[in-house]
């Protein structure tokens, strides 16, 4: 059973506009005093309205998009209410018209309209790939609502005369890169070829593997080689602590580990790396557990706030999870991904604030959108992309990336950098990261996107 609907008031233009353009002004610098508004209200930038009453109603999903040119690339337009007209038009005393409702557009995607409106979940309780617009229409991978940002940055730009600049990041760097490690086990490499062995009736294999189980250390068990491979190309990372060691209430698994007793050997291992929250199954919907897995994790780590927080699993439910975490001090999430698919859950490449549509304002938090998870990248019930198709297959979502000064979130769990991974296994995290450090980006952490974009 989904939770019910929060009581919301329909949203009006005046908020829409609002909420967009503090996105907008946060995505480049200086951005000019120029008025914005819907055409009736006479500003400089004058938007042709094209929701109508969509915005006053429960549907998930808007009519089809049109598809516009915008910088070499098809772009879908939603709430497009003039298709034949230009996109701009500029008249003699020296505005512009926007003939699509970039506006309505981007509060649609930035918001997390369709996911609060829409009653599709998977076994996991979240909102699938499949049933969302970046699927349906085939745009996961472009980040649409910067594109609505630089249409509207032309518009500026043709009226003031001036260039406007995206924000940049440490060390004048044009874009960054968040690389995050989710720590769900650290001693069961073991298992998966143990249980090979079983299913083959190769009982000294299987003997062998248990050997060497209780007399080596284990492959995961791995923290201080994740952190060194980071620190192979100048960066640092961020480490998500799981405090639950006992499975969900639905059977799923949490960490494999006790947090309180390795906690000094992870310390060790990490240095002073960033450590964030990742909490456990049904802690996404339930406050007084997350409540409590928050205050184990500060008290094993001795820190006053936990700045950040992943839900294991990827775990979200839209009609709760805002809230809850709204309530509690942490600075950001970085849930928000596919896990069906790497790219743009909200069709934006830069942290943002989701819409809390019951107090008809932003959510303090900041999002910053999970891009990229190893999962992701070849699993049964994901992708299954070969190990030389893995970075092919990014570049072009990275290349847009890069061309508005965003952040790219890599998850790649200690697990994987298993040598025995030949499949979304250290190899493919380090021609990532290659291709990353070739692109002089800026490596960040949490806490630095926060301090930056604030």
């Known amino acids: 059973m989904l939770p019910p609907l929060p009581p919301a008031a329909p949203v009006s233009a005046e908020t829409r506009l609002a909420y967009v353009l503090e996105h907008f002004r946060r995505a480049y610098t200086a951005v000019p005093d120029v008025r914005i508004g819907y055409a009736e209200a006479q500003g400089q930038v004058q938007i042709v309205e094209g929701s109508k009453a969509f915005f006053t109603q429960t549907q998930p999903y808007p009519p089809a998009p049109n598809c516009r040119e915008w910088l070499g690339q098809s772009i879908p337009f939603f709430f497009d209410a003039a298709p034949d007209k230009p ?76 260039q406007l600049q995206p924000r940049q990041w440490l060390q004048a760097a044009q874009w960054a890169a968040f690389v995050t490690h989710d720590i769900d086990n650290l001693y069961s490499a073991w298992k998966t070829p143990a249980k090979a062995a079983l ?56 960490a494999d580990y006790r947090l309180a007793n390795v906690w000094p050997k992870v310390a060790a291992a990490i240095g002073g790396a960033e450590v964030g929250l990742h909490a456990s199954i049904g802690r996404a919907t339930h406050g007084g557990n997350l409540k409590q897995e928050t205050h184990r994790l500060q008290r094993c780590t001795r820190q006053n706030s936990v700045p950040g927080i992943r839900f294991h699993y990827l775990s979200w439910e839209p009609r709760l999870t805002p809230t809850l975490l709204d309530s509690f001090l942490f600075d950001y999430d970085t849930t928000l991904g596919f896990a069906e698919h790497f790219g ?8 943002f604030h989701l819409f809390d549509f019951a107090q008809n304002r932003p959510y303090r938090f900041l999002e910053v959108p999970l891009t990229v998870m190893d999962a992701t990248l070849h699993h049964p019930n ?19 990336i890069e061309r508005f000064g965003g952040v790219c979130t890599l998850l790649w769990h200690n697990e994987n950098f298993d040598p025995a991974n030949l499949r979304n296994g250290p190899r493919e995290f380090h021609r990532i990261m290659s291709y990353l450090r070739s692109r002089n980006v800026a490596f960040v952490d949490g806490q630095d996107i926060c301090e930056m974009v604030s």
């Not at 038009?89 to 309209?113: C, K, M, N, Q, T």
């Not at 743009?344 to 942290?351: H, K």
């Not at 994901?382 to 847009?400: I, N, T």
């Open 344 to 351: 743009f859950r909200n069709s934006y490449c830069l942290p």
């Open 87 to 162: 996109l701009l038009e500029w008249v003699p005393d020296g505005r512009v018209f926007i003939h699509a409702d970039i506006i309505a557009a981007a509060f649609y995607l930035l918001s997390g309209w369709q996911e609060l409106f829409s009653e599709e979940r998977d076994r996991h309780g979240r909102f699938p790939y499949a049933a969302s617009v970046q699927h349906r229409y085939g745009f996961v991978t472009v980040p649409v609502v910067n594109y609505y940002f630089d249409v509207l940055k032309t518009a500026l730009e043709q009226i003031t005369g001036q």
């Open 382 to 400: 994901y992708l299954q992309l070969a190990p030389d198709e893995v970075l092919p297959a990014l570049r072009p979502m990275l290349q847009q």
């Open 199 to 254: 299913r083959r009736g190769d009982l000294p294999d299987f003997f062998r593997q248990v050997g060497q189980h209780l007399t080596r250390p284990d492959a995961w068990d791995n923290l201080a080689e994740v952190r060194a491979a980071v620190a192979s190309y100048r960066a640092k990372s961020t480490f998500f602590l799981l405090p639950e060691h006992r499975p969900g209430a639905n059977g799923t698994p949490n």
